[in-house]
């Protein structure tokens, strides 16, 4: 496996938490610590177009592909709801004073992640609460969407991981396999099993057809893992961490491939936050604390 890092965005002036693709597969937005969204075009580099800006830390973006209309989540304050194409705001809900760690959409729902331990769902097309989901104190770090058995994922803070009926909303199964905060969590494309990780730097990967079981267990990184994200074919997966790396690993056999860092690759030199895997030349984008974008092209 060779890995060549192609691009560098450095548009941002305060650390970038997430990215989101957009409906041109050679496209992405970018939000950080600056309350800037930015849009990017891959094969046009360094070429970033201001899409929104907003008074306060960005942690979650969630497009709406139906619409393309890009729901950014400002801390302490609610949802902001922007209209892709014209890059007006079409209308803002105040739904907490919490952070909002993550933003997921299937079908008519919304479903929103706070740091206070609670789940909103809001209806998507109305733009309205339909729900509060409160299962735990601690904070809400990550969702997964599981369309195929009708359930989502949820990681906690609290070193669990929750299952929730996608239909009511019922909690199905709670999944204690971590020792300290889930940062992030992740189906395979076939939905056979979901991948774990957070700050005890391992990798659980978890059999969904047998309960949630522990399939195998990897100490996959020195610090916490952040974040993880599967390759357009399925093959393989990615993941980062504040450890300064990004891995990539066979999604079949889970066996480590190769390692990205800034001795061998120039990579990024404090903690990587987010990974987005864009199906346009199947390159991989990286997010960082230190205010920079890496496109990384795997063959």
């Known amino acids: 496996m060779q890995v ?21 597969s050679n496209q992405f937005f970018s939000a ?22 907003i008074p306060a830390s960005i942690y979650a973006l969630c497009l709406d592909k139906e619409k393309n209309q890009l729901w950014i989540g400002q801390n302490f304050d609610g949802i902001h709801l922007i209209d892709v194409e014209t890059q007006q705001e079409i209308k803002s809900i105040k739904i907490t004073t919490a952070s909002i760690f993550d933003i997921k959409i299937h079908e008519n729902n919304a479903f929103v992640g706070l740091s206070d331990g609670t789940i909103v769902v809001m209806d998507v097309e109305n733009f309205v609460v ?3 989901i409160k299962a735990s104190d601690k904070s809400v770090r990550n969702i997964a969407i599981n369309s195929f058995s009708s359930e989502f994922a949820v990681a906690y803070s609290d070193f669990s991981v929750k299952v929730f009926d996608l239909q009511d909303f019922s909690l199905k199964l709670v999944v204690n396999q971590h020792i300290n905060s889930v940062f992030t ?30 399939h195998q267990d990897i100490a996959a990184h020195l610090f916490a893992i952040n974040d993880i994200k599967f390759s357009p074919n399925g093959k393989f997966f990615a993941t980062c961490s504040m450890d300064k790396s990004i891995k990539i690993w066979d999604a079949k056999q889970f066996k480590l491939l190769k390692v990205i860092d800034k001795a061998r690759h120039a990579g990024h030199g404090t903690s990587i936050n987010k990974l987005w895997w864009s199906e346009y030349d199947d390159l991989l984008v990286s997010a960082s604390d230190d205010k920079r974008i890496s496109v990384w092209r795997i063959d």
Do not use: M
């Not at 060549?4 to 957009?22: N, P, Q, R």
């Not at 600056?34 to 800006?53: S, T």
């Not at 056979?192 to 057809?209: C, E, F, M, P, S």
């Open 4 to 24: 060549e890092k192609i691009d560098t965005f450095s548009g941002h002036g305060d650390c970038v938490y997430t990215l989101e693709g957009a409906l041109e």
């Open 32 to 53: 950080g610590g600056d309350g800037l969204v930015v849009r990017w075009v891959l094969n046009k580099p360094d070429v970033g177009e201001l899409i929104a800006q």
């Open 130 to 132: 339909r729900k509060h």
């Open 185 to 214: 969590v992740c189906y395979s494309p076939d939905y056979q099993y979901l991948i774990t990780a957070g700050r005890d730097a391992h990798l659980k990967i978890l059999d969904v057809n047998n309960q949630y079981d522990l």
